[in-house]
């Protein structure tokens, strides 16, 4: 109950986030989406026992938070997409580094494996539809799209590594975290369409949350100076 109790403050926000995306809101999604990842890492503070571990997921949610918010400034400016994709590129890299955190140190690594392959062909494909229409932003796009791949490979790579609730938590919320991109990026740079910005939003929010309560999860279950 309690759990519920401190997660109220998140769905709050994120019930009227996408509420607003639904009504076309943007004074309702301005004042909403920059609140979103401190709920979260509220809900994370007050429900996670402290472990070394915790400061990387506060740090990927914080990073987070800054992408949504230099997201929002993009139509005064392009270079705030750039700015916010940054963002997001060190959070992806800081899930990488917590996902890795659940592997011995012998089977640390990004040994390939088939399964890899599935990810890999993904992000292929999305970016084979959207390539031609990047400009400046190939590199940028490329460099982003390889890290998201490899932090839903290093999320299935926790497979028996890790308990196994907290496995499929995280692994779901990398592949939405995947998908709510593909959606941005498909959007942006293929073909815009109109229920974008809601999908976008309630894959991504749906991924934190995953992501969030797989990691408690995983805390829970190890010994408190585990993490490290």
């Known amino acids: 109950m309690k759990s519920q109790k401190h997660l109220a403050p998140f ?13 076309g809101s943007e004074e309702i999604t301005w004042v909403t989406k920059p609140l979103l990842m401190p709920a979260l890492m509220l809900f994370f ?4 026992p402290k472990t070394p571990l915790n400061t990387y997921i506060l740090a990927a949610l914080f990073f987070s938070f800054l992408g949504d918010t230099l997201l929002m400034l993009v139509p005064r400016s392009e270079y705030f997409f ?7 590129l060190l959070a992806h890299l800081i899930y990488i580094v917590i996902n890795m ?8 690594g990004f040994k390939p494996q088939w399964q890899d392959l599935i ?6 494909g999305i970016f084979s539809l959207i390539n031609n229409d990047l400009g400046s932003m190939y590199i940028p796009v490329v460099i982003y799209t390889v ?9 299935r790579k926790r497979w028996k590594k890790t308990d196994n609730q907290s496995f499929k938590l995280v692994l779901s919320g990398a592949i939405l975290f995947v998908i709510s ?4 990026a498909l959007d942006k740079f293929y073909k815009p369409f109109e229920t974008a910005g809601f999908l976008i939003m309630l ?6 949350f995953l992501l969030v309560k797989g990691f408690i999860v995983f805390i829970q279950k190890i010994r408190p100076e585990a993490g490290s």
């Open 203 to 208: 894959t991504y929010l749906a991924a934190q």
């Open 181 to 184: 991109d593909s959606i941005l």
């Open 147 to 155: 890290v998201i791949c490899l932090m839903a490979i290093t999320a």
């Open 119 to 124: 990810f890999v062909a993904y992000g292929l």
């Open 45 to 48: 503070v007050q429900s996670a």
């Open 11 to 23: 769905l709050i926000l994120a019930l009227l986030e996408l509420s607003g995306r639904l009504l």
């Open 82 to 88: 750039m700015a916010g994709l940054g963002s997001f």
């Open 101 to 108: 955190s659940a592997i011995t140190e012998g089977e640390r």
